[in-house]
Nanobody
Framework: QVQLVESGGGLVQPGGSLRLSCVAS????????????MRWYRQAPGKQRELVAV???????NYADSVKGRFTISRDNAKNTVYLQMNSLKPEDTAVYYC?????????WGQGTQVTVSS
């Protein structure tokens, strides 16, 4: 069974930085972590879950307009890990951040990690 485990969330002041990590386990060697598109979503209280960033198997990336220029998604296929570097954080970035792995009909989610931006 594929599992995704996020870490790196916490409380940070506006303008600060955090790096989220998501480690995948249970992915068979036949398919491999590198095959999966990896995504970060977030959900703020009372709001719908929104896509923050995606990195394709080939390494191309896309970002929500609200985080462009501030967030960077990357992956280390040797470590089965995807990262989200978040700089210049704003109070409106406060949310639970979720990692997602997708390939074909396969779709997996982590349990989420809380990010709170507050002074």
């Amino acid at each position: 069974q594929v599992q995704l485990v996020e870490s790196g969330g916490g409380l940070v002041q506006p303008g600060g930085s955090l790096r989220l990590s998501c480690v995948a386990s249970g992915i068979g060697s036949r398919i491999g972590f590198s095959t999966f598109a990896m995504r970060w979503y977030r959900q703020a209280p009372g709001k719908q879950r929104e896509l923050v960033a995606v990195i394709a198997s080939g390494g191309s990336t896309n970002y929500a307009d609200s985080v462009k220029g501030r967030f960077t998604i990357s992956r280390d296929n040797a470590k089965n890990t995807v990262y989200l570097q978040m700089n210049s954080l704003k109070p409106e970035d406060t949310a639970v951040y979720y990692c997602n792995a997708g390939w074909g009909t396969q779709d997996y989610w982590g349990q989420g990690t809380q990010v709170t931006v507050s002074s």
